[in-house]
Structures are given as C-alpha cells and as structure tokens.
C-alpha cells in the first residue's frame, strides 16, 4: 500500500527562521495532501497537491512535489510559535476506492 | 453543517464495556472514514464509507468494531468487549466525493479503556 513517510520525526528551529519537512511514499499517487495536528486532537488540512503539478503555495506554506522521486516537501517560512504542531502527509489514491495512507508526522517545535 | 462533529469529546470506560463513537460529518459529503491515532503515531485508518455502504473496512482491527452509516449521513463507530490497547483518538473525517478528495477531519473522540 502506499505510504507517506515524514522526515524529519522532530524538528526545533527559531522563530522566524524557515521549516522544511519531507515526505516520501511508495507508489503512484492522485495527488498528496499535508495536514497540521495541534495537541493530538483533530487534523487540518493545509495543502493538496496533485500528481500533475510541481509546486503549490499558500500563504507562507509552499509544497513541492516530485513523483520521479515519489517524495514531497512542506516549507514554511518565517515560523511562528503558532505553528508548533505535527504535520503529516498523506498519500492519496490513484483510484476512486483506494484508502489514504498517513505517516507518523513530524513534529515542529518553533522556539521563542 | 459548518465542519465535521464528533460525540463525546472524551470517553471513558471499563474493559469489557461496549461503547459507540458518533461523528456527523459535513452536509452533502458522501464519503466518510474513520481513523484511529495513538500518541506519537500518524492516524490509522480504520474504514471508508461511500453512502451508505462500507466501501473499504480492511483497517478494522478485528470483529470488536463495527461501524455503520444507515442513512449515508451520520456514522456510528462500535466497539464491542472493550481492551485497554482500543485506548485512541478516534477521528472522523468526511470528503465530497472520494478518497481523492480533500478530508476534513472531526476533533475526535480520546477513548480511554481502564
């Protein structure tokens, strides 16, 4: 089955400096979408990126992916202690029934 | 509704017991899934409904669990003769059409088993 897989499993960095995590999964996608978990509780969704494109950005959040490499990669710039949180990948079908797969995320502290 | 809801919040209970997990999820969405996380870990998946029907239950761990969706709208997680290792967060998510849409996930349900 596919599988995103994060790296790395933490990361601490000052704020206002950039974060950088990465994904890697197995198999050919649909697209692949990163969610951010605050606490253990509820995930939100931050980006979608689909297997025809290259790059997507929102906001300071910017995405790349590259299926050659079956790998993708979160940036977010100018942290914020408001970011410190687990984000995950999860790989996304390439048929209808297919089931999303996450990793076990990788967890942002942004220090003050 | 406005995004995905889950009753209760927190769950509590004692080895043995049976208990049920409900989660509404957004108006319109057709397919719904149910995750399980444990700390550290990414969210499990447990089942995927399109409609009314189970139209993936491979991650279910065992016949304890059961989940259903009669009426293609709310779903309810079951959880028969409770285990302490069932102790999770168990997330709800729904999307418009199909795992290759986006998800939108529920605050959870924490399940305690004592």
């Known amino acids: 089955s596919q599988q995103g897989e994060e790296d790395p499993q933490a990361l601490s960095i000052q704020e206002g400096e950039n974060a950088t995590m990465n994904c890697s999964y197995k198999t050919s996608i649909n697209n692949l979408q990163w969610y951010r978990q605050n606490s253990g509780r509820g995930l939100v969704h931050l980006i979608l990126i689909r297997s025809n494109e290259r790059e997507k950005h929102s906001g300071r959040l910017r995405v790349t992916l590259d299926t050659s490499k079956k790998s993708s990669s979160l940036l977010i710039t100018a942290s914020r202690a408001a970011d410190t949180a687990s984000y995950f990948c999860a790989t996304g079908a390439m048929n209808r029934d297919d089931k999303i797969i996450f990793g076990k995320g990788t967890r942002l502290h942004i220090l003050p | 509704g406005a995004g995905v809801s889950q009753t209760p919040s927190n769950k509590v209970t004692e080895k043995g017991k049976y208990v049920e997990l409900r989660c509404d999820p957004i108006?319109?969405?057709?397919?719904l899934y149910w995750y399980r996380q444990s700390l550290g870990q990414g969210p499990e998946f447990l089942i995927y409904?399109?409609?009314?029907?189970?139209?993936?239950d491979s991650g279910l761990p065992n016949d304890r669990f059961f989940a259903v969706r009669p009426e293609g709208s709310v779903s309810t997680l079951k959880i028969q003769r409770t285990e302490r290792g069932d102790s999770a967060v168990y997330l709800c998510?729904?999307?418009?059409?199909?795992?290759?849409?986006?998800?939108?996930f529920g605050p959870g349900t924490r399940l305690t088993v004592l």
């Open positions: 409904f399109q409609g009314t029907g189970a139209a993936d």
């Open positions: 108006s319109g969405h057709t397919a």
């Open positions: 998510a729904s999307s418009l059409s199909g795992p290759t849409d986006t998800q939108y």
